[in-house]
């Protein structure tokens, strides 16, 4: 249906800066909305840390807001996530979710396998 690929995480320290990407490779018949990022650590619920529509409009998470940006590449059904001024808190493993309509019906979601970011000295 819809295929999520992302990269982007790794191991950086407090302070750095890594840049997240997620491509949503659909069929025809898809139409690609809204696109987010989200974050769980263990023993933590997962949580939206910045999400986008298609016309760009967008949503932070407090944690995040001056830190964090999120674009997207409507032509390549790209999300972005740049994440600057890093710290340990924001370790997690990040997943992209993808909300797409089949021939204008119902929309669903697509989840990426995630990708692991560790801030660490």
């Known amino acids: 249906q819809v295929q999520i690929v992302e990269s982007g995480g790794g191991l950086v320290q407090p302070g750095g800066s890594l840049k997240l990407s997620c491509t949503a490779a659909?069929?025809?018949?898809?139409?690609?909305?809204?696109m987010g990022w989200y974050r769980q650590d263990p023993g933590n619920q997962r949580e939206k840390v910045a999400t986008i529509m298609r016309a760009g409009d967008t949503n932070y998470a407090e944690s995040v807001k001056g830190r964090f940006t999120i674009s997207r590449d409507n032509a390549e059904n790209t999300v972005y996530l740049q994440m600057n001024s890093l710290s340990p808190e924001d370790t997690a493993v990040y997943y992209c979710?993808?909300?797409?309509?089949?021939?204008?019906?119902?929309?669903?979601?697509?989840w990426g396998q995630g990708t692991q970011v560790t801030v660490s000295s």
């Open positions: 979710k993808v909300l797409a309509q089949f021939r204008g019906g119902p929309q669903y979601q697509f």
């Open positions: 659909s069929r025809s018949d898809f139409s690609i909305n809204a």
